[in-house]
DNA sequence: ATACAAGTTAAAGTTAACTTTAAGTCAAGG
DNA sequence: CCTTGACTTAAAGTTAACTTTAACTTGTAT
């Protein structure tokens, strides 16, 4: 089975543009060509889903192409590709507990709001929120 | 107590040029002056935390602003507010879900790297990552 | 045969979120 | 008095990740 760009772009939710862009940047290594059209097959799939997953967790297009690069590579660079995979793992597994951080934020604004409505007013909460400079303020991520 | 940009920029991790931008933005509403120059008091810190987590689930700027005009005025927009704060729930929970999603990639390739580098070839593991394009390859976000 | 839809490239344009630069103000120390 | 360091603004520059454009080719339908 063969797919077009376009039937491409549309299983993955991108515009064709962008998988062009993808294959300039060298994140979609083999896929073939046909008359100069790009001709997907199955096997191009298993690229599409880990740019997929590595592009969800926001790992930069120059991270993700030296990771095709290795894998292209061959069984020299297994150790290489197992330690960034780890890498990408913490990496994950740290934006996932932010994330949890954030909810929890939210689900206290949602009380907040839940109690200022029933009152009509914000006064009722206010002297609840009020936070310390040094204790509740962690930090914001540099990006 | 009170803060320069500075100290405020270190304690956010941030630099004051950043806090400037924010400020300029209207993400940092009813900031003193004296003498033209920024004086952060402790009641800042309220929506510098705000700033913090909405920052970290990726909401635009824009967005915080309007979070923060809503905010200036008043009780009047306690309703559209929780709406907002209700929004950006879900769509941390749905963040939430995508990176635990994500993780199990992660997981899988480590096992992958794992059986490969035992064997000294990928060879040995191949075959079990073929995917059907369909099924497995869900959408790349848009952005 | 011819028009049209879908593909191609290289290069320029876009957007968000900063960051840097240039030119200036101000308070404190020597 | 004068220098230094930390602040100020407006405006220009940067970066990543696309997206659009222009000019062109190719396969299919009428």
């Known amino acids: 089975m063969t797919y077009s760009i376009k039937e491409v772009a549309?299983?993955?939710?991108?515009?064709?543009?962008?998988?062009?862009?993808?294959?300039?940047?060298?994140?979609?290594?083999?896929?073939?060509?046909?008359?100069?059209?790009?001709?997907?097959?199955?096997?191009?799939?298993?690229?599409?889903?880990?740019?997929?997953?590595?592009?969800?967790?926001?790992?930069p297009i120059d991270k993700i192409r030296s990771y095709v690069e290795l894998a292209e590579k061959g069984d020299s660079t297994l150790q290489e590709r197992f330690d960034m995979i780890l890498e990408q793992k913490e990496i994950v597994l740290?934006?996932?507990d932010e994330l949890k951080k954030c909810l929890k934020e939210f689900e206290y604004k949602e009380?907040?709001?839940t109690e200022a409505i029933k009152a009509g007013t914000e006064k009722v909460v206010e002297n609840v929120t009020s936070c310390s400079p040094t204790l509740e303020v962690d930090t914001i991520p540099k990006n």
């Not at 994140?27 to 191009?44: A, H, M, Q, T």
């Open 10 to 59: 549309d299983m993955m939710n991108v515009e064709p543009s962008t998988l062009r862009y993808y294959d300039s940047m060298g994140l979609l290594p083999g896929v073939k060509r046909v008359n100069g059209r790009r001709v997907f097959e199955d096997k191009d799939f298993k690229w599409l889903r880990v740019l997929n997953y590595m592009k969800k967790i926001n790992m």
């Open 94 to 96: 740290g934006q996932i």
């Open 111 to 113: 009380w907040y709001y």
